[in-house]
């Protein structure tokens, strides 16, 4: 670019690298699918199926989608896990 410092040029290609990987890392932050299922939602519909008392719950992002596991301590004492797609609120 005419007019310009051999500095400033080297800086401008840097610049843009860095503009379109901030872009770039945007971009893939926003492919992991929305929850259309809350938490909270997500841990009623579980206590609900099996009458027992939820002990823990944690948010996963699986293959791109969020997924709530779920502890739960079944009424006969068994401790047992559920996977909740919050996407689709499908139960595994």
Known sequence: MPGMLPATRALIPGA???LLLAAHVGHAQNLVAPAAMSED???A???ERTGGKVVRVQSRTDTG???YHIRVLTPDGRLR???VDAATGSVR
Do not use: I, K, N, T
């Open 16 to 18: 843009l690298l860095a």
């Open 41 to 43: 939602s997500a841990v």
């Open 45 to 47: 519909m579980v206590r």
């Open 65 to 67: 989608s969020l997924v």
């Open 81 to 83: 896990e559920y996977r």
